[in-house]
């Protein structure tokens, strides 16, 4: 499986941002994705989930503002990401569970500045 992150870019605080991860290879509609970030210094951290049934579940910071969403006719996870906030600037990764391997996207940059 290979995975595609794109989407991300410099917006100002309470912008918005849709972020995708296309994925290639092999289909990932029934296998659970995710989406991590990482800031500079910091550890990469888990911003939302979904399993392969559907359940999604986000890191408090983002609750009310991050929406994880499928498209499973475009093998295609998005991130709409709303009420940006300059704590939310970092490094976005996307991953796909299948069995026991674990996929990542190469990384996109959101960076929310004034």
């Known amino acids: 499986v290979q995975l595609q992150a794109s989407g991300g870019g410099l917006v100002q605080p309470g912008g918005s941002l849709r972020l995708s991860c296309a994925a290639s290879g092999r289909r990932i509609n029934a296998n659970p994705v995710g989406w991590y970030r990482q800031a500079p210094g910091q550890e990469r951290e888990l911003v939302a989930a979904a399993t392969g049934g559907g359940s999604t579940t986000y890191a408090d910071s983002v609750k009310g503002r991050f929406t994880l969403s499928r498209d499973h006719a475009k093998n295609t996870v998005y991130l709409q990401m709303n009420s940006l906030k300059h704590e939310d600037t970092a490094v976005y990764y996307c991953?796909?569970?299948?069995?026991?391997?674990?996929?990542w996207g190469q990384g996109t940059q959101v960076t929310v500045s004034s």
């Open positions: 991953n796909a569970v299948k069995g026991t391997a674990v996929y």
